[in-house]
């Protein structure tokens, strides 16, 4: 434990120790084996230094009192615990190839100062607020000058901007001063996190085309329960993760479909794709209503709740900016359903965001499909009645997948939203009028558009300061089932839609004249 990882995740220690929490009480619950589980640890200086002293100082108390977090635990030397141990002997190694293994020894730096107690160790220097340099105003200076200018600035951001310019230009074999490039790169990233510069410490590591080890395990914790992932920013091109796929590949995929919009976001989306691992694993009730787990929208979800928090006059941080187990915390927040302090429009954005859907919603949409010949139409989008219907059935989840990719044609994650709602609308309308069946194309954002237009009138007749304010977000932060709310709206533009030109009737409720 407290391993140096090639993935900058090991260097929050709040994040570390949750999981070495989360360790202990699964070892707890599942050990079957003679003898007692050893868990070793090493501890370094660094992991004592920062804003996370204070977590490491009661995790190492609640060791020395012999419970962790209600796990009855007991300290020691190696020595001393290896008798009680359980102890393994790996005899299928002797037959395999002879493999000369070489193992480097900790060092004990001896410095000037020694320190008598945990709380003598000095704290990490809080880092401090650069900014990322404009890259056009260096991409045309010469090679020569930037290496110059990296000799005189101190500050991580602006270093780090610049050495992704010769990066770009002379290939990571680069020498500078001490080393190469990508030395260079790395004890920047290192300094980084240090002194808790998440945005650098994230920026170094995809410009140097990191992957996280327990990536693709975490994906296939995902699609084992019957969801899918996708890949990408948000407002760009995805790609959806259907069945497993090699480290290799998913690191192609992560790179070539995120660095390019946001060079943070390919090891940022990392990170999700970990936590939501684990709490897929844990907390699948997280996951109701979510079939598709599309990563580049979940990010766009958090950035939207920490506008949110910070309110109208603040200024919201930044997720790049976030500890790990900032984000890790920030993402179980969203994903936990309570947003009763929003508002309908901040409601229906996360929840779009999300991909979230009501319960019954795909079974819905097979029930209108039934009823609607010439089809539904979404985002300019045909979900055609035939074959689909014969093709499918109604609890198949490929028919839910082709709703999900139906629905993906939209953009905009509150007007997602809307439809969702309008579909459970269009449904209850159906459902009490059994005999009914649309006359064409049930087309979604003409129904929406219409509702818009009758709530913009009503708004205009109710007030004398006329329309100009009125959006479509008005719109969407009206709540959903109050008087004049969005479903009264709604459901008298499906009402006319229904009633318009030739009203259709089932061949098994029409009534023929002989």
């Known amino acids: 434990m407290f391993e140096q990882s090639d993935f900058y995740l090991s260097h929050d220690m709040d994040l570390v120790i949750d999981d070495l929490k989360a360790d202990i009480t699964f070892l707890a619950k599942f050990w079957k084996l003679s ?251 997280l996951f109701d209503g979510i079939l598709q787990i599309r990563i580049g929208w979940v990010t766009h979800a958090m950035k939207l709740e920490l506008e949110y928090e910070c309110g109208e006059d603040g200024e919201p941080d930044k997720i790049e900016e976030l500890s790990p187990s900032s984000v890790n915390h920030l993402l179980q927040r969203i994903l936990a359903k309570d947003l009763s302090n929003r508002t309908p429009l901040q409601r229906r954005q996360i929840n779009g965001a999300l991909n979230r859907v009501p319960s019954d919603f795909y079974d819905r949409v097979w029930e209108i499909l039934e009823r609607t010949p010439d089809g539904i139409a979404v985002a300019g989008s045909h979900f055609p009645q035939q074959p689909t219907l014969s093709d499918m059935t109604i609890y198949e989840r490929n028919f839910s997948l082709s709703v999900e990719n139906l629905l993906s044609k939209v953009a905009d994650p509150a007007y997602g939203q809307i439809i969702c709602e309008t579909f459970m609308v269009v449904s209850m309308i159906l459902r009490r009028n059994p005999e009914l069946q649309f006359p064409s194309v049930l087309d979604m954002d003409k129904l929406i558009w219409e509702a818009f237009a009758n709530f913009k009138k009503d708004r205009e007749a109710a007030s004398s300061e006329g329309t100009a304010g009125i959006t479509m977000n008005t719109f969407f932060n009206v709540p959903q089932e109050e008087i004049n709310g969005t479903t009264s709206y709604l459901a008298k533009a499906i009402v006319n839609k229904l009633l318009s030109g030739q009203l259709n009737q089932t061949v098994e409720q029409s009534c023929h004249v002989m």
């Open 35 to 285: 003898g007692r589980p050893t868990f070793c640890m090493v501890l370094r200086e660094s992991d004592l230094r920062g804003e996370h002293f204070g977590q490491m100082l009661n995790l190492l108390a609640s060791f020395k009192r012999g419970d962790c977090d209600g796990v009855k635990i007991r300290t020691g030397r190696l020595q001393n615990l290896v008798s009680t141990s359980c102890i393994e002997h790996l005899d299928f190694l002797q037959n395999m190839p002879e493999v000369t293994m070489q193992f480097k020894a900790f060092e004990e730096i001896t410095t000037v100062t020694a320190y008598r107690s945990l709380t003598d160790i000095p704290r990490a220097t809080r880092k401090i607020s650069g900014y990322f340099i404009r890259p056009e105003e260096y991409e045309l200076k010469s090679t020569w000058d930037i290496c110059q200018c990296l000799k005189t600035c101190d500050g991580t951001r602006m270093q780090s901007k610049l050495l992704h310019i010769l990066l770009k230009r002379e290939g990571p074999n680069f020498y500078i001063e001490d080393g190469t490039l990508v030395d260079k790169i790395e004890r920047l990233a290192k300094k980084a996190a240090n002194t808790r510069n998440w945005q650098v410490v994230r920026f170094c590591y995809s410009i140097l085309g990191k992957i996280v080890d327990s990536l693709v395990p975490s994906v296939t914790s995902v699609l084992v329960r019957g969801k899918q992932v996708t890949i990408g920013v948000f407002g760009h091109e995805e790609e959806t993760i259907s069945k497993p796929i090699t480290p290799a590949e998913m690191k192609t995929m992560i790179y070539r479909l995120c660095q390019p919009h946001d060079i943070c976001q390919a090891v940022l989306q990392q990170e999700l794709l970990i936590s939501i691992g684990k709490l897929i694993s844990t907390t699948p009730e």
